[in-house]
C-alpha cells in the first residue's frame, strides 16, 4: 500500500510544527515506533531549517514543498526548493567527540540527518531548483 | 516553548518545556543569556516537560556552556533529560559535554 502527503510551505521556521506533524504521521503509518518517528520528526525539521537557513537566507519569502510518501514500511521525505544551492550531503563532517572549545556548532544538524535516516540523496538543477529525497525503513516491517 | 526559572542558593533551574526548534530557540538562547547578564552561571536546565529539541537548542546550549564555563565561573548541567532528546544529545556527541542528573533536585545539590 502506497499513500502520499504533500504540502507547501513558506521559507518560515513557524512551519516546522506542521512539518513535524506531517511526517509523523507517515512514519505512523509506515508502523514506525515512537523512536523511529521522533527520528523522522528531527530529521525533516533539520532538513527544512537548513533550507530556510541556507537556501532562503533566512528569508520568510520563499517556499519549499515536502512530499512524504509511505510505501510499506518505508517513508521517503522528499524537500524541494528554489533558493541558494545547498548540498547537504557534501556539509563537512562536524567535531562530535573534542572538547567543548573544539566544538562547533555548523554542520550539526546534517550530521543528525545522516545518522537519522537510511539514505540521504540531493540533486539541484538550474530549472528545477533543489531536491533533498530521505529514507528510512521501520524496524518492524509491514 | 515555556521557560520558567527558579533561584536558589547556589544555582538557578531553568525548566524548558514543550518543544525546542528553529522558531524558538532564539526565546531560549536570550533566556539563557540574560541569566548570564545577571551574573548567573550556574545553571540547571531542567527538560521534564520537555518535548523536542533539534539542533537549534543543541547551539543554544553549546553557546551557554561556553559562556558559563568561562573563567571557571560556573557551569550547565542537564536534568530530566527524555530518552529521545537524550539519544539525539547523545549523537551530537553532547552528552560528554554536560553533566546529567536524573532529576532537577540532585542537579540543583551538584552545586
Redesign the interface.
Known amino acids: 500500500m502506497t499513500s502520499t502527503r504533500k504540502a507547501t510551505y513558506s521559507s518560515d521556521?513557524?512551519n516546522?510544527?506542521s512539518i513535524?506533524d506531517l511526517v509523523a504521521q507517515a512514519a505512523r503509518e509506515a508502523g514506525m515506533d515512537?523512536?523511529e518517528t521522533?527520528h523522522v520528526?528531527?530529521a525533516a525539521?533539520?532538513a527544512a531549517?537548513n533550507i530556510?537557513?541556507h537556501a532562503y537566507e533566512g528569508r520568510a519569502d520563499g517556499q519549499f514543498e515536502l512530499e512524504c510518501e509511505v510505501e510499506g514500511n518505508k517513508v521517503t521525505i522528499v524537500l524541494h526548493d528554489h533558493g541558494k544551492v545547498f548540498d547537504i550531503t557534501r556539509v563537512r563532517k562536524p567535531?562530535?567527540?573534542g572538547k567543548?572549545?573544539e566544538?562547533e556548532?555548523g554542520g550539526?544538524?546534517v550530521?543528525?540527518i545522516q545518522?537519522?535516516m537510511d539514505e540521504v540523496y540531493f540533486e539541484s538543477s538550474a530549472e528545477s531548483g533543489n531536491t533533498l529525497t530521505m529514507v528510512k525503513r521501520g524496524k518492524r516491517g509491514s | 516553548m515555556e521557560i520558567v526559572t527558579k533561584e536558589f542558593k547556589h544555582c538557578n533551574v531553568v525548566s524548558v518545556k514543550g518543544r525546542v526548534d528553529s522558531s524558538t530557540a532564539p526565546q531560549f538562547s536570550q533566556a539563557l543569556e540574560a541569566m548570564n547578564k545577571n551574573g548567573q552561571y550556574k545553571l540547571v536546565i531542567d527538560m521534564a516537560g520537555l518535548e523536542y529539541m533539534s539542533s537549534a537548542g543543541f547551539r543554544a546550549l553549546l553557546a551557554a556552556q561556553r559562556a558559563c564555563k568561562r573563567y571557571n565561573r560556573g557551569e550547565v548541567v542537564l536534568a530530566s533529560v527524555p530518552a529521545r532528546i537524550r539519544e539525539a544529545l547523545e549523537l551530537a556527541g553532547f552528552t560528554e559535554l554536560f553533566k546529567t542528573f536524573d532529576d532537577s533536585l540532585s542537579a540543583v545539590g551538584h552545586f
Open positions: 521556521y513557524a516546522l510544527e513535524r515512537e523512536a521522533y520528526q528531527l525539521d533539520e531549517s530556510i537557513e567535531n562530535v567527540k567543548l572549545s566544538r556548532i550539526l544538524g550530521y543528525l545518522k537519522l
